[in-house]
């Protein structure tokens, strides 16, 4: 997948080449500006007191800027960077300032930070494996899950994750078994093209059976909730449909601790990511 070029991050590395003084010249100025992430394509820039329709693009691939005239004095630099050549980012203003000889970007959007990369609406249908089918049919579950960034690539995610599950019981004393799962985790991910990426991912956290049982078998069923700790393990192969959404689909193995039992479940969950 294609990470979507946000505006809650620099959009460039601006280096002057040999420290040269800028002042209305004639002679042109060259710089080279390093993309946000290895995704971009294509960048985009033009000078002036204000920004205007009329663009420069270069590719990302070769991005040195030649400014053929420039007034540190009044000028602005202003870049956009895109990584399908239509959308394109928020513009990002740069000053230079002689006396300290560097680039400067002026406060945007550029400096409003967001800890959250996307949104997963996610549906997942388990299956119990070993001594769970003792207890289980299948499981439905729905969740949602907030992804964050853990490095300028992009590639590291964290996530934060809630879920409720629900299926029908085999043991005569339990009407149905729900679940409200809680998990953190962390994951990896892999471009396979522009548009497919691969992401194994690892959570840890608790789940909340909730059970309307009759443990002591009296005949009399009452409301019994208890919690166990958990493994949740996916591999999630995504597909960008647009720089907004990605679809996803994995398969997902759950792993719970009881007293004297391990809960094991497997099964396959698609999602629908809300990329910002």
Not at 76 to 86: A, E, H, K, Y
Not at 144 to 166: D, F, H, I, P, V
Not at 207 to 233: A, S
Not at 239 to 260: C, Q, R
Request: glycine share 6%; aromatic share 12%.
């Amino acid at each position: 997948m294609t990470v979507k070029v946000r505006t809650v991050a620099c959009t460039a590395l601006l280096l002057l080449f040999s420290g040269i003084s800028v002042f209305a010249s004639n002679t042109p100025l060259r710089l080279l500006i390093k993309p946000v992430s290895d995704r971009v394509q294509s960048i985009r820039f033009q000078t002036g007191v204000e920004e205007t329709d009329i663009w420069t693009e270069v590719s990302a691939s070769n991005t040195t800027l030649v400014l053929d005239t420039f007034d540190s004095n009044k000028d602005r630099l202003f870049v956009q960077q895109s990584q399908d050549n239509q959308v394109w980012s928020s513009s990002y203003e740069y000053r230079y300032s002689p006396s300290d000889k560097r680039w400067t970007v002026t406060p945007t959007e550029a400096d409003s930070s967001s800890l959250v990369e996307s949104l997963d609406l996610k549906l997942y249908n388990l299956y119990p494996l070993s001594k769970s089918a003792t207890y289980y049919s299948y499981v439905i579950g729905a969740g949602l899950k907030m992804n964050m960034a853990l490095n300028k690539q992009e590639t590291l995610l964290g996530y934060a994750e809630a879920a409720y599950s629900r299926g029908p019981s085999k043991s005569d004393w339990v009407d149905t078994m729900q679940a409200v799962n809680l998990s953190v985790g962390i994951g990896y991910r892999f471009a396979i093209t522009d548009k497919l990426q691969l992401t194994p991912e690892l959570g840890y956290g608790v789940v909340l059976h909730l059970l309307n049982t009759d443990f002591d078998q009296d005949g009399t069923k009452t409301f019994e909730p208890f919690v166990d700790q958990q493994i949740r393990l996916s591999l999630n192969l995504g597909y960008e449909l647009n720089d907004s959404y990605t679809l996803l689909i994995a398969p997902l193995g759950v792993v719970f601790f009881e007293k004297n039992t391990i809960g094991t479940l497997l099964g396959i969950q698609t999602s629908l990511r809300f990329n910002f």
